[in-house]
């Protein structure tokens, strides 16, 4: 079985600063993790994601996470936080092995970028 | 665009009447995915499908959910006798198949926003 936890449901910081949004998961076999952003009525868009390899992953927008299996960690960055940057971000894990595709994400964390 | 769509985007409706939504995947994609999401909430599995088949169902489908893809392309999700607790935003999503593809990404539709009153 799979789980996800989002410390911080709300986050806030100020225009420039460093954005940090935390994602640890629980996985019974290695696991695919997955940050994807969601702007208010609108669906899913992946940000970034982790299957194997380099366990520092960049994605859109200038977004990276490193894969910490030690730690079970999944954390968001970003460098300078941009207005446009203001949405819910959710954290989601899969099994890597075939025919256990479908997706468990956490319940969010909402960020506010203050100017 | 060739975006996975969904419509209607929000469904207003009585509890106890029935309602169908209706979710196209992108053209070359086999795999059709089913989330439920409620307010405060991240996504919830409910169901997929390779190709037409629906290969797996969560608990949480009902007896008053289905779900169906009869030709492999595009899939419906009815509700019927809906429930206030039916209240949520019904995203789809689709994905090549993992086990001919190593990008698997689920690409999401925009939802459609159900209220139950």
């Known amino acids: 079985a799979q789980s996800v936890t989002q410390l911080g449901s709300h986050v806030s910081v100020s225009e420039g600063a460093l954005v940090l949004l935390r994602c640890n998961y629980s996985?019974?076999?290695?696991?695919?993790l997955f940050w994807y952003v969601q702007y208010p009525n609108q669906g899913l868009q992946l940000l970034l994601k982790?299957?194997?390899?380099?366990?520092l992953v960049k994605g859109i927008n200038g977004f990276e996470a490193e894969f910490k299996k030690s730690e079970t960690s999944f954390h968001l960055t970003k460098p300078s936080a941009h207005m446009s940057d203001a949405a819910e971000y959710f954290c989601?894990?899969?099994?890597?092995?075939?025919?256990?595709?479908?997706?468990?994400f956490g319940t969010g964390t909402r960020l506010t970028i203050i100017p | 665009d060739t975006g996975v769509s969904q419509d209607p985007r929000h469904k207003i409706t009585k509890r106890g009447q029935n309602v169908t939504f209706r979710c196209d995947p992108i053209?070359?994609?086999?795999?059709l995915y089913w989330y439920r999401q409620t307010l405060g909430q991240g996504p919830e599995f409910l169901t997929y499908?390779?190709?037409?088949?629906?290969?797996?169902k969560s608990r949480l489908l009902s007896d008053r959910f289905s779900a169906e893809r009869p030709k492999g392309s595009f899939s419906t999700l009815e509700i019927q006798r809906t429930e206030q607790g039916d209240s949520a935003m019904y995203l789809c999503?689709?994905?090549?198949?993992?086990?001919?593809?190593?990008?698997?990404?689920?690409?999401f539709g925009p939802g459609t926003r159900l209220t139950v009153l």
């Open positions: 982790y299957t194997t390899g380099a366990t």
């Open positions: 053209s070359e994609h086999n795999r």
């Open positions: 999503a689709s994905s090549l198949d993992p086990s001919i593809s190593s990008t698997d990404t689920q690409y």
């Open positions: 996985s019974s076999v290695p696991p695919y």
């Open positions: 989601a894990v899969r099994p890597s092995n075939f025919g256990n595709e479908k997706l468990t």
């Open positions: 499908f390779q190709n037409e088949a629906q290969l797996e």
